[in-house]
């Protein structure tokens, strides 16, 4: 999604943009622009890639004390130029604009303007806050009273930073809905939706919360927290010290972010379950002081997310109800927050979200709240992110910051993490003996190793996927935990590949997909040595007496023999409930060499974002 670096320091400040920019660009963008007060307000946007924006810095010998930048994903109007950020008000005051989000009585605000003399030139609903912040500057002359006054007439999520030609020794920024932070550094401050991006100018950090309003200058700062009080009240706000890493945001030795990504996997895993390891026992304070209370009143489990995670929260429910004896629910959080659900007070919420900041998902906690559920637990990558903030118990995923697009590792965290959750709840239940309690430690503390071992298989992945490249549909099977697997496998294939990937319970073939079957479709089928195996193979059968091509990820001891029109891909032998987090790794492998082929962007897929902050 759209991404903000702010800055105003006592040097130029537009190579801290411009590397800021790159920095985002994993969010995903079409258009990137930036604005620096040089004698003026000087806007330069482009179309193309940060690098472009920054061959025109050079070309227009951009310079300046302070200046906004963006990378627009866009919402409101088609990627253009002249919907680029930063937006202009210029009939009065000359009032620059970024802005991350979505303003949801835009056309409202932008009927009254027009009325008052303001002149649009972009299909955004960023402009109309440049515009409404120059209509303030006519009650006030303060930038940062008028930026209170028109945040007051704002409805929707937004971060916003705003700068004004006529006091370019200030910048104004603004959160509500979607993250921002602070950065304090030696030359200066800056404003910033991620602390990636600021990396380069400093570590110290403050998130603002919502309603807060901050005023940068090169020297100094202030917030105002203008949440109940439209002109606000000073807050202080805690500085941390960023400990993200260079080395966790680059590349290294690897061709893109998305490779990467997959092989840290075991250190990914291992540093989630660093806490058990440890403790050589489980216990529900791994979630929070308050866990084994709640637990204990817990009945029944809802699981709310999006995407990958959702996919995550469906192995799950396998898993509560094998083990604990739960009854586990789980929803897309889009769909959840539009239905009329009965609450239970019993039941624990529990959103998975790598990034924390999903719209979706944070509404649908909010509206499970609303609703009368009483309890509720982020597993959740980001420890800053509104999720943590919004839940009653916790767990991180410590995957390190994710910046492929398709999600990968934060997707075998959140498995490793529901699988503790899961064995917590059961031992809370008393549904897991000691001696239980320690083989799965023992299987969990192998986990890592057995990641390592599951990500040998690429070399004979790489073989299939040049046949897999030329095709345009592809159909995924899996039976019983491995179908979500199956469904994260064929989303992992389409949103990178741009293959059309259908995933379907294997059972269900025969119920119509079956029809599909023909030598122009691959067919990915799961097989794990478990007790569906022999209804798998039944199913396989049916792909291959129609004359289906069949990519089969088999356990060792899964006993499938590669014959004409069926290849086998084998791991090791069955690995019980660690299983599903294990047939992952070959289906993102397929994945990444199947967009390899075809010459995809894979780290930045077309038309997605990163953290998807608008709904
Ligand atoms: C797919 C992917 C998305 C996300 C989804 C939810 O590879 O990354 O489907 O899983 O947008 O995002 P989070 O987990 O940040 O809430």
């Known amino acids: 999604m759209c991404g903000i670096v702010g800055a105003i320091a006592n040097v130029n400040i537009v190579p ?27 806007r330069l946007r482009t179309t193309g890639r940060v690098t472009e924006l920054s061959k025109l810095a050079a070309q227009q010998e951009a310079w300046g004390f302070a200046g906004i930048a963006h990378t627009r994903w ?75 006054l028109s945040i007051a007439e704002l409805q929707g999520a937004y971060a916003i930073a705003v700068m004004e030609e006529a006091h370019p020794e200030r910048i104004v920024a603004a959160r509500n809905g979607a993250p921002l ?8 401050n800056y404003v910033a939706s991620d602390s990636s991006a600021l990396l380069q100018a400093t570590r110290d950090i403050i998130y603002l919360e919502e309603g807060d309003v901050a005023e940068l200058n090169s ?29 966790a945001i680059e590349l290294g030795p690897y061709a893109h972010f998305m490779q990467k990504e997959i092989f840290e996997q075991p250190s990914a895993v291992a540093n989630t379950l660093e806490m058990v390891f440890n403790a050589r026992s489980i216990s529900p304070n791994l979630f929070g002081s308050e866990a084994e209370k709640i637990f204990s009143k817990t009945k029944h489990i809802l699981i709310l997310a999006c995407g990958t995670s959702y996919h995550a929260g469906l192995v799950a429910r396998y898993w509560m109800e094998t083990v604990a004896g739960l009854p586990c629910n789980v929803e897309i959080a889009s769909e959840y927050r539009y239905r009329d659900p009965i609450a239970d007070p019993d039941t624990l919420v529990v959103g998975i979200s790598q990034s924390g900041e999903t719209a979706d998902t944070l509404a649908a906690l909010s509206y499970a709240r609303k609703l009368g559920h009483q309890y509720s637990l982020a597993i959740c990558n980001v420890p800053e992110s509104a999720l943590i903030r919004q839940t009653d118990l916790r767990f991180l995923t410590r995957a390190g910051p994710e910046i492929g697009v398709a999600s990968t590792k934060a ?55 040049k046949g897999f490249a030329k095709k345009h549909h592809a159909l995924f099977l899996g039976r019983g935990v491995h179908y979500p697997i199956a469904m994260e496998g064929a989303l992992k294939l389409k949103e990178i590949s741009y293959i059309h990937a259908e995933a379907y319970a294997a059972g269900e073939l025969k119920h119509g997909p079956l029809a ?64 599903p987090i294990l047939h992952t790794i070959p289906l993102q492998l397929l994945a990444y060499h199947v967009a390899l082929e075809r010459g995809t962007d894979v780290d930045k897929p077309r038309n997605l974002a990163k953290a998807v902050t608008v709904e």
Request: hydrophobic letters at 40%.
């Open 16 to 42: 801290v943009l411009l590397e800021g920019l790159l920095r985002l660009e994993y969010r995903g963008y079409d258009s990137a622009g930036l604005v620096v007060t040089n004698h003026g307000l000087q």
């Open 516 to 579: 599909l079957v023909d030598s122009e479709m691959p067919v990915v089928a799961i097989a794990p040595n478990d007790q569906l195996l022999g209804k798998l193979k039944s199913n396989l059968q049916e792909v291959h007496a129609r004359g289906g091509e069949l990519y089969v990820f088999a356990d060792a001891d899964s006993q499938i023999t590669p014959s004409e029109h069926l290849h086998v891909i084998r791991l090791a032998e069955h690995a019980g409930l660690l299983s």
């Open 411 to 465: 997707f075998t965290t959140q498995l490793a993490s529901l699988l503790l959750l899961t064995v917590t709840l059961a031992k809370m239940r008393h549904q897991l003996s000691s001696e239980s309690e320690h083989q799965m430690i023992a299987a969990l503390r192998h986990l890592p190793a057995a990641l390592q071992n599951a990500l040998q298989v690429e070399s004979q992945v790489k073989t299939w996927a």
């Open 74 to 148: 866009a919402t409101h109007g088609e990627p253009s130029e002249r919907n680029a950020h930063p937006h202009l008000s210029e009939v009065e005051s000359r009032v620059a604009v970024v802005h991350n989000g979505i303003i949801e009585n835009h056309e409202e605000i932008r009927a009254h303007l027009k009325n008052q003399g303001f002149k649009f030139s972009s299909d955004t609903d960023t402009e109309v806050i440049a515009h409404l912040i120059a209509f303030k500057l006519r009650q006030t002359a303060d930038l940062f009273k008028a930026v209170c």
């Open 181 to 188: 932070l602070i950065g304090l550094g030696k030359d200066g």
């Open 219 to 247: 020297d100094g700062y202030r917030i105002v927290n203008c949440l109940h009080n439209q002109l606000g009240e000073v807050v202080e706000r805690i500085v941390h010290e960023s400990h993200l890493s260079n080395e």
